[in-house]
């Protein structure tokens, strides 16, 4: 008969049948079944209780909602243990046994799946419990607390019915907090909790306490299925086969008196990664109330006050789990009459700014490797740490404008800027519909209001605390969030929020400040953060590269890097070379030298130069532009000092330098107009139109119906290859002064859309030509090469002739992208692109991230062939994926050289590229 259920001590079995694996412990126990029988195992205090595993959730909902087949008998086998570890009996009128029913699958997943407390009470055992605490109050909270919980979670009884009577009930008696009502009041509120069950199910609470624990196991079971649950595994890539395990833990009380209570807190700081204990809890309460920030509740470090000794003992508990775990944990705790109980440890979710400060620190302590430490932020955190803020200056006038609207905590950072909407349904339509940047505001979250808030720009919240849903979740996704701003008064019905007077409605800007709880009126603008204040992100970077430029750490045939990827940047300007180094670049993948062309002064020379009518005029045109470029490349080779710098000859079609078609007839029929009304009225010259009309005819002239696929790239540059002689003087006569002045300068000419190879023994000769007689010309030599782009299929398959002539290839995947799929890059994402991905028929935007199965293959055919023509070869990617993790991970495999991309994601991709290389390190 198959095992369905584990004691908390009865670990090793479950390593025995899963054959050791921690991950495969987690995947049968959950997250949270896992490090509780881990924690039994460290002699850490765990109440004692038993594991339903997550097959066991499989094959009753594969079954369609029935128990396997023993099961049911194993979960009373286990259950006779606990009670003999307890003393207590399940059901009993002397010491009754309490039990909790929680959810806990393989991923943690805050609050998205049930649980049950206080399982096992009933009449009876209520009768007994008071017997053994002589504390009916807390055992009438316990019970009514069950009612409210079995019959939300397991009946489905919406919450609010219960709430309504609460609240009633409070009124009524003039109680302000649930801890106002008394003994009494809680017992006619149990009776008045199981009148909801029976009129809104038509049946009675269940008493037998078997009856209880079977019906809430299976409504954990269901909640896997359940909207939450499922949206939340959709937004994380959670698979949707994994269900989830069902922890049968015997209940401890916080909420016993004043020498018993219950808290959350994390071994470090999740916001800022400091290392000093962060948490909350209340005493007489329990877990529910500290999550929920109803009552307000204490800092940690208070508790040494109040409870010396069990503060002692859970920071002791606190470091050793940590150390045990090596990460930083997020725990729950009960101190049940001055006794502590750890009922969950896990990894603690942090923010981006934490996952750094925490991972450099743990290998400063000597806890952790730097490969760990790498792994253990990802390429995505360190784009939310490269998100805008807010400028201290802005902050500041805006304060002395009186914009300052709220304060709250600081709960995950960042800066938003967004329109209010008051509900997860109208913001999420806001942003996806319309648009929109959405700020959410509630009073406080639920998991039901996920959708919109991963939706939102910010959070904001008017109650809760630092570990409230809300502030836990916006962590977790980045979501600038700002909780419990108590001056702020929401008005749901009138859809406006108000604090000291000021009203903002539905629909008004605000701008909050995640990193101090600082909520402003209107739009602010929002800054770049600088990488070079964030000390723990360079330290990590360097480490980063580092693994990437392990000799060994890839192999592959003859040619193949043995390194790991190198980042370049895609930059066209000094500055942004500039940066571009800044933030760690090895050199410049992409120069698109024609965005020089459009600076204001410099495109009447270039449309002279397409207009002109002879070779003469062309020449002289160009004459004029070659100062310009040769300037403009000088500051990139200054700025990139000993790199190479790639850069490509002219690319686009030519029309795009002139005014368009539409354009041009409104001009001239607008003058039309008016000569027509200055002869009419007899007054002034006449408008000259020749000039116009010259231009229109040329541009009419060069109409293409399918410009992108026309006569741009290197199919230009052999039609008129004036353009790109001039471009290739003006690069080698730039890297010759910089090296006079003894700057290293390494060009590389790159030839774009090459499709034949016939196109670059065309071009390539008369510019290699130009490059040495600049050189000899100047009496200098320095390194450089000419290669090609990769953007066209056919250059892909036929790279092995093509590698003849190109000593470098640079995969232009925005291009090869659309040639590949037939897609226009211009139009698909407006048109069917979204709809496609929505509907799942591609599982990826191609052109965000790299089409492994297509695109991919191409590119790798490519650089094996090329390679086996030149085994020096130098390969590289300068499309937009060059920035993507996921392509980045591809390019590792299948043997680039190096990535290029913006300048602002150069660390992202650092830290891409080294996840690639130790995910898939040469063994
Ligand atoms: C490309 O096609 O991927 C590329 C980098 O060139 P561009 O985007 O300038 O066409
Ligand atoms: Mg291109």
């Known amino acids: 008969m198959k095992k369905w259920v584990y004691l908390f001590h009865e670990l090793d079995e479950v390593e025995k049948y899963v054959g050791g694996n921690w991950d495969d412990v987690r995947g049968l126990l959950g997250g949270k079944g896992a490090n509780l029988a881990e924690m039994t195992r460290l002699g850490v205090p765990v109440p004692p209780g038993f594991t339903v595993t997550t097959e066991a959730c499989n094959a009753y909902l594969k079954a369609g909602g029935k128990f396997p087949e023993g099961l049911w008998e194993q979960m009373m086998t286990a259950l006779a243990e606990v009670e003999k570890l307890t003393g207590k009996k399940f059901g009993g009128t002397e010491n009754p046994l309490l039990v909790s029913c929680r959810s806990g699958a393989k991923f943690s997943m805050p609050g998205m799946m049930d649980t049950v407390l206080n399982i096992g009470l009933n009449d009876e055992t209520a009768q007994a419990m008071i017997r053994l605490t002589n504390n009916p109050r807390f055992v009438y909270d316990a019970y009514r607390r069950l009612v409210q919980m079995f019959g939300s979670v397991v009946l489905g009884i919406p919450d609010e019915a219960f709430e309504e009577v609460l609240d009633e009930f409070k009124r009524a008696r003039g109680a302000k907090a649930d801890t106002d009502l008394t003994a009494e009041d809680l017992k006619e509120l149990t009776e008045e ?289 700002v909780v419990g701003a108590s001056s702020i008064q929401i008005d749901l019905d009138k859809r406006l929020m108000s604090a000291n007077g000021v009203v903002v409605r539905e629909g008004e800007w605000i701008s909050l400040d995640g990193g101090t709880g600082e909520v402003f009126l209107g739009k602010l603008p929002m800054t770049a953060p600088s990488l070079e204040e964030q000390r723990d992100l360079m330290t990590l970077l360097e480490w980063a590269d580092e693994i990437c430029a392990r000799p060994g750490i890839r192999k592959g045939p003859e040619g193949f890097p043995t390194t790991g990827l190198q980042v370049w940047a895609n930059a066209d300007y000094p500055k942004d070379a500039r940066r571009a180094r800044a933030y760690g670049a090895k050199g410049i993948g992409l120069c698109r030298t024609e965005h020089m062309f459009f600076e204001p002064e410099r495109l009447p020379i270039v449309q002279r130069m397409i207009l002109a009518k002879t070779s003469e005029e062309r020449k002289q045109a160009l004459d004029e532009l070659l100062p310009f470029q040769r300037s403009d490349f000088e500051g990139l080779f200054e700025a990139m000092d000993g790199y190479p710098v790639i850069i490509r000859l002219i690319d686009p079609p030519l029309h795009e330098f002139l005014p368009s078609e539409k354009e041009l007839q409104e001009q001239i029929i607008t003058k039309r107009l008016q000569n027509l009304a200055d002869y009419v009225l007899g007054k002034g010259e006449s408008k000259d139109i020749a000039e116009l009309e010259k231009i229109l005819v040329a541009v009419e002239a060069m109409h293409e119906s399918n410009p992108m696929m026309g006569l741009r790239g290197v199919r230009l540059s052999i039609v008129m290859p004036e353009i790109v002689e001039m471009q290739v003087r003006a690069i080698f006569e730039a890297a010759a002064n910089v090296t006079l002045r003894g700057i290293k300068a390494k060009p590389e000419v790159m030839i774009p859309l090459t499709g034949h190879i016939n196109e670059l023994k065309w071009i390539q000769p008369r510019l290699e030509e130009i490059a040495k007689q600049v050189m000899k010309e100047k009496g200098v030599e320095f390194p450089y090469k000419f290669g090609t782009m990769i953007e066209v299929p056919r250059a892909a398959v036929t790279a092995g002739e093509i590698a003849q002539i190109a000593e470098f290839f640079s995969f232009g995947t925005n291009d090869l992208t659309q040639m590949t799929f037939g897609y226009s890059r211009d139009d698909a994402e407006r048109s069917f692109l979204v709809k496609y991905v929505e509907l799942g028929v591609l599982p990826k935007n191609p052109f965000q991230t790299l089409d492994r199965e297509g695109v991919g293959r191409l590119m790798k055919m490519a650089i094996e062939e090329g390679r086996k023509t030149r085994p020096d070869l130098e390969v590289g990617i300068c499309g ?30 650092r830290l891409a590229a080294a996840h690639a290389a130790l995910k898939h390190a040469a063994k």
């Open 193 to 481: 909790f199981k009148k909801v069950v029976r009129k809104q199910k038509g049946f009675d609470f269940p008493t037998d306490p078997y009856e209880q624990l079977r019906l809430a196991t299976e409504a954990v079971f269901k909640s896997w299925n359940g909207k939450r649950a499922v949206d939340y595994r959709r937004a994380t890539g959670i698979p949707d086969d994994l269900g989830t395990a069902v922890n049968i833990v015997t209940m401890v009380f916080g909420n016993m008196g004043w020498d018993s209570g219950t808290g959350v807190a994390f071994t470090r700081d999740p916001s800022t990664g400091e290392k000093k204990l962060y948490g909350e809890y209340l005493l007489n309460a329990q877990g529910e109330d500290v999550v929920a920030g109803i009552r307000n509740t204490e800092k940690i470090e208070n508790l040494a006050k109040q409870l010396p000794e069990a503060y002692q003992q859970f920071l002791e508990i606190c470091e050793k789990l940590e150390r045990h775990y090596r990460d930083m944990q997020d725990v729950e705790f009960t101190i049940e009459r001055g006794r502590l109980w750890m009922l969950q440890t896990r990894n603690g979710k942090r923010t981006a700014r934490a996952a750094v400060k925490i991972a450099v620190d743990m290998v400063n302590e000597g806890l952790i490797t730097k490969e760990e430490a790498v792994l253990r932020v990802s390429p995505e955190q360190v784009d939310t740490l490269l998100h805008p803020q807010f400028d201290p200056k802005v902050i500041q006038e805006a304060k002395k404008e009186g914009r300052l609207f709220a304060t709250g905590v600081n709960a995950s950072p960042g800066a938003a800027v967004g329109q209010v909407y008051f509900d997860a349904d109208t913001a999420e339509r806001m942003a996806k519909e319309f648009k929109q940047d959405v700020i959410m505001v509630r009073p406080f979250t639920k998991p039901d209001d996920v959708h919109g808030m991963l939706a939102a720009k910010g959070i904001l919240t008017s109650e809760g605390g630092a570990t409230s849903h809300a502030a836990v979740v916006a962590r977790q996704f980045g979501v600038p969030c």
């Open 880 to 909: 937009e994926h060059g920035g993507d993790p996921s392509s980045i991970e591809f390019c590792h495999l299948v043997g680039n050289n190096y990535v290029s991309c913006s300048p602002f994601r150069v660390p992202v991709a």
